[in-house]
């Protein structure tokens, strides 16, 4: 309890903070100083662990993973959202209210900014140390420790950049500097922190697979992998043939597919942290101090208001539904193929709740069309065993974990890289062989197995087979961005940016926000992204 309390009253500040550039103008208000805060390690420990739950807590609700989710060819707002909330409908329609101003782009981004920095600070402390310790022991830890900060900034920073493209490089020499540049850097510069900062990771985290909230090797060496796919070009860091050498280093046996695809996500099971596909997981509880409210975002509010209040698992506030793309089978013109198992894993069809089946909606018409299955958390239902009946529960106790990194995810990015570089026919082998197996139950049938593909060919099914396995996970976005398809698919398949038919290419970045460059000496108005 005293080691939680040296935290808050030294760092409270760092992950409280909101804008790029206030947080690092915010100094430890206790009596200790930076170098006594961020050279101990005893106090170094529970702040590592606290970017972790930070990492978790800015993806909470929909500031967190639900608004980077929309806007793509894979989820949409629902109707009720986009007519109700005057600041939201711009991340579908990629109009005018999609805007510097929105208080929904200033959540997004603030959310990782603490995490950067109080991660910035604990690597300097943790490097100072690293330099000057002798005894093995403490060095091993110091190692683990810092490696551990290097992964949660290089997470938060890739994300960021995604997203915002370039932003500031937090570099700190020295804990009591006061001069630290917060302009926003190339490309180059911020995807070499990054790299750097997975590379350290992948060579210093604990070895063998999560067992608790920190990331072992497997997952730095998995991003390795993927900065090495996701980078734009200008960065530098663009290279599937690197990229191929990292995921071919954790494809050899540590980690391997479940058999059963619905197994992943049954919050029943026994799968957290110990499941065999799970490379980097993210620890969420069904309680109010580890929920992820998720369920609340993807539930119908049909279900919502049919006076269960928020004790039934099915409802929700259809903020975030899958595209008509995203639910319908090819021969609908959607991405489905007869037989995936992955289908209604994902996705919800029918409405029976209670002995009710629910046919007419209550406030908008596509309340019972088909929504988001995968993140439901049965354990909120009012009927759940042994469970407490408590309000609120779809709103603040649903808490299944996040596999973010999932071994099924690796080997699509794999059979990408070798696709990209002129291995197409090992490429299918290796979707075929694994990933589509399992989607049909253990057995591809003849007609379902790639064949003859071109390279140009591979590049439209392999976008196709990641939504069918990754849908809803939070890689959609990034991958539209990566590969040049942003604009092209979310206005032939989002029913909102095709109805306003008003995206462009500089969509692909969100605004800097107003409150940003309002509080920042760094970053002005003529930082602005350009568009906007």
Same mark, same amino acid.
């Given at each position: 309890m005293k080691k939680i309390n040296i935290i808050l009253l030294s760092a409270a500040s760092l992950f409280g903070s909101y804008s790029c550039s206030d947080f690092l103008d915010e100094r430890p208000k206790s009596s200790l100083s930076a170098d006594q805060v961020f050279t101990d390690l005893e106090i170094l420990e529970p702040t590592v662990d606290g970017l972790y739950k930070s990492f978790r807590d800015s993806k909470v609700q929909r500031q967190g993973f639900t608004f980077f989710m929309i806007g793509t060819d894979e989820a949409q707002q629902g109707i009720k959202e986009v007519l109700t909330y005057a600041s939201q409908p711009g991340l579908d329609y990629y109009n005018g209210?999609?805007?510097?101003?929105?208080?929904?782009?200033?959540?997004?981004?603030?959310?990782?900014?603490?995490?950067?920095?109080?991660?910035?600070?604990?690597?300097?402390?943790?490097?100072?140390?690293?330099?000057?310790?002798?005894?093995?022991?403490?060095?091993?830890?110091?190692?683990?420790?810092?490696a551990n900060a290097c992964f949660m900034r290089a997470m938060s920073m890739f994300e960021v950049s995604m997203y915002w493209g370039e932003i500031p490089v937090i570099e700190i020499a020295d804990l009591n500097q006061t001069d630290i540049d917060r302009s926003r850097r190339p490309l180059s510069e911020v995807w070499k922190q990054i790299f750097e900062d997975f590379e350290y990771a992948s060579g210093n985290l604990d070895e063998g697979k999560q067992t608790r909230p920190r990331a072992t090797r497997g997952a730095a060496i998995a991003m390795l992998g993927k900065v090495c796919m996701y980078a734009p070009q200008e960065s530098g860091y663009r290279d599937f043939q690197k990229a191929i050498g990292y995921f071919e280093q954790i494809n050899d046996g540590r980690y391997s597919l479940e058999p059963s695809y619905a197994t992943l996500f049954d919050e029943w099971g026994t799968l957290e942290f110990n499941s065999a596909e799970s490379v980097f997981e993210i620890d969420y509880e069904p309680n109010d101090m580890g929920r992820s409210g998720w369920q609340w975002d993807f539930g119908s509010k049909t279900l919502g208001q049919a006076g269960y209040s928020e004790e039934c698992y099915l409802g929700g506030w259809d903020v975030i539904m899958p595209t008509q793309y995203a639910y319908k089978t090819k021969a609908e013109g959607g991405v489905w193929e007869d037989g995936d198992v992955r289908k209604n894993v994902n996705l919800r069809y029918e409405w029976t709740y209670d002995g009710i089946t629910y046919t007419v909606p209550t406030d908008a018409a596509d309340e019972l069309d088909p929504h988001v299955k995968k993140w439901e958390d049965r354990r909120i239902d009012r009927f759940a065993p042994d469970y407490s009946n408590v309000f609120n529960r779809s709103y603040y @106790?649903? +808490? !299944?974990?996040?596999?973010? &990194?999932?071994?099924?995810?690796?080997?699509?990015?794999?059979?990408?890289?070798?696709? %990209?570089?002129?291995?197409?026919?090992?490429?299918?082998?290796?979707?075929?062989?694994?990933?589509?197996?399992?989607?049909?139950?253990?057995?591809?049938?003849?007609?379902?197995?790639?064949?003859?593909?071109?390279?140009?060919?591979?590049?439209?099914?392999?976008?196709?087979?990641?939504?069918?396995?990754?849908?809803?996970?939070?890689?959609?976005?990034?991958?539209?961005? @990566?590969? +040049? !398809?942003?604009?092209?698919? &979310?206005?032939?398949?989002?029913?909102?940016?095709?109805?306003?038919?008003?995206?462009? %290419?500089?969509?692909?970045?969100?605004?800097?926000?107003?409150?940003?460059i309002n509080n920042s000496t760094d970053i002005t108005a003529d930082d602005q992204n350009p568009g906007y």
């Open positions: 209210q999609l805007n510097s101003a929105s208080d929904r782009i200033s959540n997004m981004w603030q959310g990782k900014w603490p995490i950067i920095n109080a991660a910035s600070l604990s690597i300097c402390g943790l490097d100072a140390l690293e330099k000057s310790e002798t005894d093995e022991a403490k060095l091993k830890r110091i190692k683990v420790l810092k @106790r649903v +808490g !299944k974990n996040y596999p973010m &990194i999932r071994f099924a995810d690796v080997l699509l990015c794999y059979a990408e890289c070798l696709n %990209e570089t002129g291995k197409t026919t090992e490429a299918m082998n290796v979707v075929n062989n694994q990933v589509r197996k399992r989607a049909w139950g253990g057995t591809l049938p003849a007609d379902k197995e790639w064949k003859g593909l071109s390279q140009e060919q591979f590049r439209t099914e392999i976008m196709d087979e990641r939504m069918r396995e990754l849908c809803f996970e939070g890689w959609r976005r990034m991958d539209l961005i @990566r590969t +040049g !398809k942003f604009v092209e698919l &979310i206005k032939e398949r989002n029913r909102w940016a095709k109805e306003s038919n008003t995206i462009q %290419e500089y969509h692909m970045r969100y605004p800097i926000p107003e409150t940003e």
